[in-house]
């Protein structure tokens, strides 16, 4: 394992450490129990977001806290649901009087600890919805999953209702919105290596030198094939003729494409990958009408990418382009 | 080889038509000869900034054409500097009466083929200046350089020349800045593993699974020295002391620290990496009042990070504050 850390165990501290000391203007940093927030949490009278999950997927969840997107995150250790204390210490700090939303990725753990921190912020007298994101359409069941795995779609709920909470949207609009997002994204993801966990110290999987995999998860979860390595034409074919067959998609819809690194992957590939998945949709009468290209839901360094879909409506396209600033997504502000 | 592509020699092509494809609003693509330029080219009255180098650096050049920062990127082949007709076109096509600053990495190649583009250009009735950027303090001369190679200081080069040309500058003044920041400003990288340029197909160099490269190119140039794979606070040491002692940075400075992600290097790590670099300038009492980190200039899938440092006064700081709308860097506006 060739990593630029100290200790395996010290990774996610020294990385908080980190995020603390680069970007004071926008968050602050709590430890024992960890979370990020927003310098400026609470905000009264706004619906509190917060999402967190196991480390190892940066810029999510952390990158992700600022202006029109999250209040906080839970960082858990790599690949490791974070507690119910963090998520519940969370609540409390983006409480602003509206009530906070938790965006969960559906992983078992994840799912277990936020809805115990809900039970815990309720019984202090905090409102709290949960919506549980389920986008990924490779595999039914999965090693830490019961149903579809959170993905890509994480993500644009994050900045949509982020955006819809800025707006001082009720805890109900923002939780709904969140939900429709949910049921009009759609995502698939593939590998080309494996990732390394520090504290393992060796690769989660092993893939032969000529072999990808088809529909993987963002910890390694296995897929739903394993081909020899193919053109990225034909693997953009691979992960997109699921994810329209699913929802459906179909001719005349406009869509957010988004195009995500799994982290080893860089960016004049994902370019490779958006001009065919480009072309592929454009064939189908599908326009892609907004975009995001680059590492946004990463699995450690491992090589492959993700495609998420998200079908659009005038809503959803206007709370996508609204301002944010966090350290991983900016614009407009 | 396991990459993303359909054919090694179309990737520049293909990656270009996605920039095009993803980025109307920001970015025309032009092709044979293939340069990146803002959608609004030429801005009447202001400085055209004109870079460019090879491929596989990505977001690096392409990535930082847009308002406040380049008007122009001229991309070669992967690791291959673009021709001059290129540059020559992409002159044309910023020249907005002001004149065309080229910022050049100082690699051979670059150097001579922007070298000739500005005769060309100047034949033409447009000023043209060149400033060399050559940062890198880890070794002399390199592989395909006379002196010292140039790298992370180009990224914050273009971003404070691009801020100063949009406030209508003159040349020769944005010319001078230039050369501020780079008398300013030293780096130093290392490499965890190599890279794989698509057409060879095999990695750039060997290094074995225990050891690492100090100071290696972001062509996978020979560094100054291969040790056994150390922790992060180790090596932060040995990339920051040479670039302190170059300049030299000390006691009472106060600089823009740039952690750069070689690629592959996950930015979990990139945050140890800068909360190492943050105590050590801490201890010696030189002050980060500015920081970026993330992947930046990269070097393909080569893991492993380059630090840059730019003692910044007023002048410098302000305009790298300023507002800046491309698809790599985006903050106020």
């Known amino acids: 394992m060739k990593k630029l850390i100290n200790k395996p165990d ?3 501290t020294e990385a908080l450490h980190g995020i603390a000391a680069a970007h004071p203007h926008l968050v602050d940093v709590h430890f024992n129990p960890n979370f990020i ?4 949490a609470p905000v009264q009278g706004k619906v509190g977001l917060v999402s967190g999950g196991g480390s190892g997927h940066e810029p999510m969840h952390g990158g992700f806290v600022g202006m029109g997107m999250l209040d906080a995150a839970c960082p858990g250790e790599v690949f490791t649901s974070p507690t119910p204390d963090q998520m519940l210490d969370a609540t409390k700090a983006v409480d602003g009087g509206a009530g906070v939303l938790h965006i969960v990725k559906n992983y078992t ?4 600890n936020f809805e115990m921190a809900a039970d ?11 919506v549980v994101i389920d986008d990924d359409v490779a595999v039914q069941d999965s090693l830490y999953t019961a149903g579809r795995r959170g993905v890509g779609a994480t993500v644009l709920a994050e900045k949509i209702c982020g955006a819809a909470a800025e707006e001082k949207q ?12 949910n049921a009009n994204g759609r995502s698939m993801g593939m590998a080309l290596t494996s990732c390394i966990v520090p504290a393992a110290g060796t690769p989660t999987f092993d893939l032969p030198d000529d072999e990808i995999e088809i529909g993987i998860g963002i910890h390694g979860e296995p897929g739903r094939e394993r081909l020899k390595l193919a053109p990225a034409a034909e693997i953009v074919e691979r992960l997109t003729r699921p994810i329209l067959e699913d929802l459906p998609f179909e001719e005349g819809d406009n869509v957010l494409a988004f195009v995500n690194s799994m982290g080893g992957t860089p960016l004049i590939e994902l370019y490779v990958v958006y001009n ?10 599908i326009t892609i009408t907004r975009n995001l290209i680059g590492p946004y839901i990463t699995s450690l360094e491992m090589a492959g990418c993700s495609i998420t879909l998200l079908k659009l409506d005038d809503e959803l396209t206007r709370l996508w382009d609204a301002p944010v600033k966090t350290t991983g997504l900016r614009w407009g502000a």
């Open 120 to 130: 815990l912020g309720k019984g202090e007298g905090i409102e709290v919805e949960a």
């Open 37 to 40: 927030v927003r310098a400026d």
């Open 276 to 285: 065919d998945l480009n072309r592929l949709l454009g064939e189908r009468g």
């Open 10 to 12: 010290d990774v996610v």
């Open 109 to 112: 753990g994840d799912v277990m």
């Open 170 to 181: 009720s805890l109900s609009q923002v939780a709904e919105l969140c939900r429709k997002v």
